[in-house]
T-cell receptor, first 113, second 114 residues
Framework: GNSVTQMEGPVTLSEEAFLTINCTYTATGYPSLFWYVQYPGEGLQLLLKATKADDKGSNKGFEATYRKETTSFHLEKGSVQVSDSAVYFC????????????FGDGTTLTVKP | DTGVSQDPRHKITKRGQNVTFRCDPI?????LYWYRQTLGQGPEFLTY????????KSRLLSDRFSAERPKGSFSTLEIQRTEQGDSAMYLC????????????FGPGTRLLVL
């Protein structure tokens, strides 16, 4: 079956530091890949997505590139802010009519001023 | 567009009681999903609807769980005879036909079973 593995957290960085959160996946076929962010007490918000190999998703300074050869979708940001503190989830959705998404366990990011 | 809404946001109940949650998807989104999220974990798929048809149910969805979407708009998730292990955040999401892989999530209903 499909699975998503994220680097274990928590991750603590100083403001303006470089961020990488690793994500690898196992799936049949060619899934779409997503990063979601969850702030305390809230639901998940879509951060960015990529639908095919070598696509780069980007939003709010975050980027991730769909790497089929390494089955990875690592999240990066060049300069984090305190407001980026949240839990980040990597997910995949099959490009079929199956519907459901598979999520990683999340990585908690804390950015200190 | 007001986004996906869920009601209630919090529910505390005693073991053995029944609870029902409601989800209102983004208008014109024909797919609606239910997930369960426990502390420190990612969301786990429970079930999803396309319009009013329930197309898939996870093995996580025991006989005590039932979901409906009678008119293809809002959905309800009912848990009968709640158990302490049912305590979790229940998330609803919706998606549109032309971009069905991209799901938009509601704020969730946090259930605590005492």
């Amino acid at each position: 079956g499909n699975s998503v593995t994220q680097m274990e957290g928590p991750v603590t960085l100083s403001e303006e530091a470089f961020l990488t959160i690793n994500c690898t996946y196992t799936a049949t076929g060619y899934p779409s890949l997503f990063w979601y962010v969850q702030y305390p007490g809230e639901g998940l918000q879509l951060l960015l997505k990529a639908t095919k190999a070598d696509d780069k998703g980007s939003n709010k300074g975050f980027e991730a590139t769909y790497r089929k050869e390494t089955t990875s979708f690592h999240l990066e940001k060049g300069s984090v802010q305190v407001s980026d503190s949240a839990v980040y989830f990597c997910a995949l959705s099959p490009n079929t009519n199956a519907g459901k998404s598979t999520f990683g366990d999340g990585t908690t990011l804390t950015v200190k001023p | 567009d007001t986004g996906v809404s869920q009601d209630p946001r919090h529910k505390i109940t005693k073991r053995g009681q029944n609870v029902t949650f409601r989800c209102d998807p983004i208008s014109e989104h024909n797919r609606l999903y239910w997930y369960r999220q426990t502390l420190g974990q990612g969301p786990e798929f429970l079930t999803y609807f396309q319009n009013e048809a329930q197309l898939e149910k996870s093995r996580l969805l025991s006989d005590r769980f039932s979901a409906e979407r009678p008119k293809g708009s809002f959905s309800t998730l009912e848990i009968q005879r709640t158990e302490q292990g049912d305590s979790a955040m229940y998330l609803c999401a919706s998606s549109f036909t032309r971009d069905q892989e991209t799901q938009y999530f509601g704020p969730g209903t946090r259930l605590l079973v005492l």
